[in-house]
């Protein structure tokens, strides 16, 4: 059988990047490590795809900018800028309508 699946031999390396863009807004004060401590959905599957070798990214908007690697992973916290939540918000509201 013939699929685009199978397109790739197994082992391949992919190179894969996660988005986030909500965040807790109780975790507003918090170190982006602990945040991922506390919030593990948001680092639970990039660490599990890493460990198969992929190259991982996760872009995830946050309250203060801060980079690092974890467990395979490339972190990329990014602070979120005034446009991005008023367009978020007018999101919000489209959709309760």
């Known amino acids: 059988m013939n699929d685009r699946y199978d397109a790739l031999p197994d082992g391949y390396p992919l190179r894969i990047c996660f988005v986030m863009l909500h965040y807790a807004r109780d975790a507003a004060s918090y170190d982006a490590r602990r945040y991922l401590r506390e919030t593990p959905i ?56």
């Open 42 to 97: 948001h680092s639970a599957l990039p660490e599990a795809v890493a460990v198969l070798g992929h190259e991982v990214h996760l872009v995830h908007q946050f309250p203060s900018d801060q980079t690092f690697s974890a467990r395979g992973v490339r972190y990329h916290f990014v602070a979120e800028r005034g446009s991005m939540r008023r367009l978020s918000r007018l999101a919000g509201r489209l959709r309760q309508s």
